[in-house]
């Protein structure tokens, strides 16, 4: 394992140091913590665009893409305990017409 220093403004180590004793730990583990959940916060920030990304790009292909009011009309049905059909997918023409 690599060493890395890192040089932090006085008021940032003292509140580091502050957190770490009230929770038992070092603020070396505590440190190494919050960078490796910073880590995975930005990799699954990253993985969602890309999936939005290439959701987006299988819309355009295809056409084809819910009716918004459609789902929440169906949503707001669900959500009163009431059966309701599912939404079905429109030409996305259908779709940007009926809402101009």
Do not use: C, W
């Not at 910073?38 to 790009?57: G, M, N």
């Not at 918004?68 to 259908?94: C, H, M, S």
Request: net charge positive.
């Amino acid at each position: 394992m690599r060493t890395v220093s890192v040089k932090l403004p006085d008021t940032t180590r003292i509140r580091i140091e502050t957190l770490a004793a009230g929770r038992g730990t070092s603020p070396h583990a505590f440190m190494v913590e919050a960078i490796e959940a910073r880590l995975q916060s930005e990799e699954k920030h990253d993985a969602f665009v890309d999936e939005a990304l290439k959701s987006r790009d299988q819309m355009i292909a295809s056409g084809k893409a819910f009716d918004g009011d459609d789902v929440i009309a169906y949503l707001n049905a669900r959500a009163r305990g009431e059966r309701a059909a599912r939404p079905r997918l429109k030409a996305i023409k259908t779709i940007l017409k009926s809402g101009q």
